[in-house]
């Protein structure tokens, strides 16, 4: 009896030891996974500032160039500061956007999965425009709530709408389009978000591997292979939902399911 009794403490120490190293590679990936999505978001930055930027510019130049001609009245100069003044309530607007999408929360709250995607549409708008891709966001009337922590769920949406975007650029598509729906099912257990382009589909002999870890078939140095599959664990783990992809007529199609929280 001593000696399976000493089995069994070494069986659970031993099913402690992997189950703790288990949490670590989870937590590893986790954090290459922000850093990850923290580059995209510094690229988009600099998309959302351009305009302001550029607009910016040459409004101080305008000043310069009337003030140097002795033509700059105070009308003039009152509305060329207006208008600096509003450029740059713009950027700091997009910083604080920013800053919210990688504010964490410990506690899981409920939040509107509608006002999340549009969110994060918002930072990925300039880049999208940039790259000539048209997107399309098809809403449900109200407020649909499901509970989990909204910087992950944003982090989802983010990849999964960086993956659209990159295979598009590199297929070289025309007139290249993303459509977002998100709708309640008609039992209303749960809410279904679609993220779907016409970049030409995922090859059939990998579709069933975009979820695992480190998978990628981008160019080295280009993808980390970490996005999908933590968008995976955000989803399954820690929001108790499901995703998945499929191929349509055009493209690729990725699903999202969460348990609606009615209020």
């Known amino acids: 009896m001593d000696k399976y009794k000493e089995l069994a403490e070494n069986l659970d120490e031993k099913v402690r030891q992997e189950l703790e190293k288990n949490r670590f590679k989870e937590q590893l990936l986790m954090h290459q996974s922000k850093m990850a999505s923290m580059g995209e978001m510094i690229g988009n930055i600099a998309h959302q500032w351009r305009q302001p930027l550029s607009a910016l510019s040459l409004s101080v130049q305008k000043v310069k160039m009337l003030h140097e001609k002795d033509k700059l009245d105070t009308q003039i100069l009152k509305q060329a500061t207006e208008k600096s003044l509003m450029l740059i309530e713009r950027m700091s607007g997009t910083i604080d956007d920013f800053m919210g999408f990688f504010r964490q929360n410990k506690a899981r709250t409920p939040f509107d999965v509608q006002s999340a995607t549009e969110e994060t549409l918002t930072l990925l708008d300039a880049s999208l425009q940039h790259n000539c891709i048209e997107y399309d966001f098809i809403e449900s009337d109200g407020k649909i709530v499901v509970e989990g922590h909204k910087g992950e769920f944003s982090q989802v949406i983010l990849n999964i709408l960086s993956n659209a975007k990159d295979i598009l650029k590199e297929r070289k598509i025309k007139n290249p389009k993303i459509e977002i729906e998100v709708s309640l099912d008609l ?70 399911k969460l348990p609606y929280k009615a209020l």
């Open 187 to 256: 039992d209303e257990e749960n809410v279904t978000i679609e993220i779907k382009d016409n970049g030409g589909g995922v090859p059939v002999e990998i579709i069933d591997r975009i979820f695992e870890p480190y998978f990628t078939t981008k160019e080295e140095g280009k993808g980390t292979g970490i996005g999908l599959y933590m968008s995976k664990v955000i989803i399954e783990k820690n929001m108790g939902g499901s995703v998945g992809v499929r191929n349509e007529e055009n493209g690729a199609l990725f699903w999202i």
